[in-house]
């Protein structure tokens, strides 16, 4: 019974905690939503408020990390077409500073690259130099651009690793804790079965 009452709280731990100013990145010309399908690959995909893959939050002024993977968006080259993917997470790394350059225009910061829905069959993202309507993005649900829930406290590499650490922290509990709980189910079955009530028969 405490066991399953501590996996609750872990699991409503760690939902307020990504809820609170976590979004999905959206693009409404083609009305769909960015999608970490791995650390490799980030693609585009009808919006879904409750998938984890498409939740992302700014951890600090610049950088912006995939609830999922715990890695933050960028591309290992700065030039023009180079797909956007999944890095561990590295202020000083260029390739994952972002920014918004107008209403709704975002792009890598002080280079005239964006975040981009490439004009081809293929789905990933990739930087480009275009400032159409494909380079241009919201939070999902909102009229809001991408900054409008950007990162407020000033000590960002303590917070920023915090986040982290926390939120990494609250998954290894969820894993134990469901291993533990199927553990648990597993030896109370076994023990219904090798010690079975015994009925008396009175009549």
């Not at 405490?2 to 959206?26: D, E, G, K, Q, R």
């Not at 399908?37 to 984890?52: G, I, K, M, R």
């Not at 792009?107 to 004009?119: D, I, T």
Request: net charge negative; proline share 2%.
């Amino acid at each position: 019974m405490m066991m399953n009452l501590l996996y609750i709280l872990l699991l409503v731990l760690w939902s307020a905690f990504n809820s609170t100013s976590s979004f999905l990145i959206y693009n409404k010309d083609h009305n769909k939503c960015v999608y970490a399908a791995s650390a490799a690959v980030v693609l585009t995909a009808p919006c879904d408020a409750s998938f984890s893959a498409q939740r992302f939050q700014w951890i600090s002024s610049s950088r912006i990390i995939s609830l999922a993977f715990n890695l933050c968006l960028g591309a290992e080259k700065i030039e023009n077409w180079v797909k956007v993917i999944l890095l561990p997470c590295n202020e000083s790394d260029p390739g994952q500073t972002w920014e918004c350059k107008d209403e709704t225009l975002f792009g890598l910061k002080g280079h005239p690259l964006h975040l981009n829905h490439r004009n081809t069959d293929k789905k990933d993202m990739v930087l480009f130099t275009g400032t159409g309507v494909w380079s241009r993005w919201l939070i999902y649900g909102t009229e809001e651009n991408l900054c409008s829930h950007g990162y407020q406290d000033h000590h960002e590499e303590g917070v920023s690793l915090f986040y982290i650490c926390y939120s990494s922290s609250i998954a290894i509990g969820l894993v134990i804790m469901t291993v533990a709980v199927i553990v648990t189910t597993i030896r109370s079955k076994k023990d219904s079965i090798t010690n079975p009530t015994t009925v008396t028969d009175n009549d």
